[in-house]
């Protein structure tokens, strides 16, 4: 999962095809997770242990998409489809480490880890891109659930990226190789929050992309401003200046405040309040707003006075480190007793049991 630092909503259409958008993120060691197994009993068995849905269907080349475990049903409908697989019985699972609606792209993640699963499975010819574009098309067309792009690519890339949103949904991820140290000290010098409530992002984002559909001056420049502040934040970052990685976070929240009316509330202000009388620098949340994860930039030696005020409001403090890699996936084959290959497996059995973190 991902950490938006800046930049976040110039990635969502329509002002990324007006206006470019740019982003700055980071992933963390926070996961989505999905094993797909293959079976001989000619039935589609879903369990999605977050959402709590386990469900049994028979083979076939199209899932109806009823509401229950859509993500998993989307990405089965479009690899049928678009990969001519001939369908057979399977058992997949699916989990998250963070909670939906947590703001850090729990939603997107799972689209590309369920993905990345059946490419190793299937053996599709897919690369970081293939999968990021594909993942997005899944979610944001065949599905219709409302965000932006910057979460699929993330998950696909791994690491920190400087992301480039461009007419024609075109997009460019700009890798940034950061050094040891300021990563450490980010590392340190960083809270990351939970507030306890999820949030329904669809509702921000529309408003937002209303917004920006009617010209509202006020919004539209906000995200100007919000997007240059992914510029600022790329240098800050690549330098270690993190007293200014710090004004950046905070300037880029007031900004975003002016985005849509839903993305702060008091539960978020009380938090924000909180951490700034125990010493945090600044704040701002991760994701649309509105609730989920909020990430704080304090003095490393101020960290400890800083969480324990946050854990009386009643949520909890997420320990995190960035992560350099993006969505990987392996393949489990059957062993006899003494621990050998099995010998006499078919060529569509010796993929049984497929594995992504």
């Not at 939906?100 to 490419?119: D, E, N, R, Y």
């Not at 574009?133 to 990226?161: M, T």
């Not at 620098?281 to 609730?291: E, L």
């Not at 030696?301 to 009643?314: M, P, Q, Y």
Request: proline content about 3%.
């Amino acid at each position: 999962m991902r950490l938006g630092l800046a930049g976040g909503g110039s990635d969502v259409s329509p002002y990324s095809d007006i206006y470019g958008g740019l982003i700055l993120n980071a992933t963390i060691n926070l996961y989505a997770y999905c094993t797909i197994e293959e079976t001989e009993d000619n039935r589609i068995t879903i369990n999605s242990i977050d959402s709590g849905c386990n469900v049994t269907y028979p083979v076939v080349d199209n899932l109806d998409i009823d509401g229950k475990a859509i993500l998993i049903k989307g990405v089965y409908n479009r690899i049928v489809k678009d990969y001519h697989i001939t369908p057979c019985g399977f058992r997949i699972t699916t989990y998250n480490d963070a909670p939906a609606g947590s703001g850090l792209g729990t939603s997107s993640t799972m689209v590309v880890c369920i993905l990345k699963a059946f490419v190793e499975w299937q053996g599709l010819p897919l690369g970081d891109y293939e999968i990021a574009r594909l993942a997005y098309e899944i979610e944001r067309i065949d599905l219709g659930l409302s965000g932006g792009k910057q979460d699929q690519y993330a998950a696909a890339f791994g690491g920190f990226n400087y992301m480039e949103f461009l007419q024609n949904d075109i997009v460019i991820v700009n890798p940034l190789k950061i050094k040891r140290w300021i990563i450490d000290e980010l590392e340190a010098s960083m809270v990351l929050y939970f507030t306890g409530a999820s949030r329904e992002s669809a509702k921000i984002i529309d408003e937002q992309k209303k917004n920006t559909s009617e010209g509202k001056n006020d919004a539209v420049e906000a995200m100007h401003q919000i997007k240059q502040s992914a510029v600022d934040m790329k240098l800050a970052v690549l330098k270690g200046d993190i007293d200014g990685f710090a004004d950046i976070l905070r300037i880029g929240w007031e900004n975003k405040k002016r985005m849509a009316t839903h993305i702060t509330n008091p539960m978020i202000q009380a938090a924000m309040e909180t951490a700034m009388e125990a010493g945090a620098k600044a704040g701002k949340v991760s994701g649309a707003g509105g609730g989920g994860f909020i990430m704080f930039v304090v003095e490393p030696t101020r960290k400890k006075e800083v969480e324990k005020a946050l854990k009386t409001l009643g949520g909890y403090v997420m320990p995190f480190q960035f992560t350099d890699g993006g969505a990987h996936g392996w393949k489990i084959y059957p062993t006899d007793k003494v621990g050998n290959l099995t010998p006499t497996l078919s060529p569509r059995n010796e993929d049984k049991n497929i594995i992504l973190k």
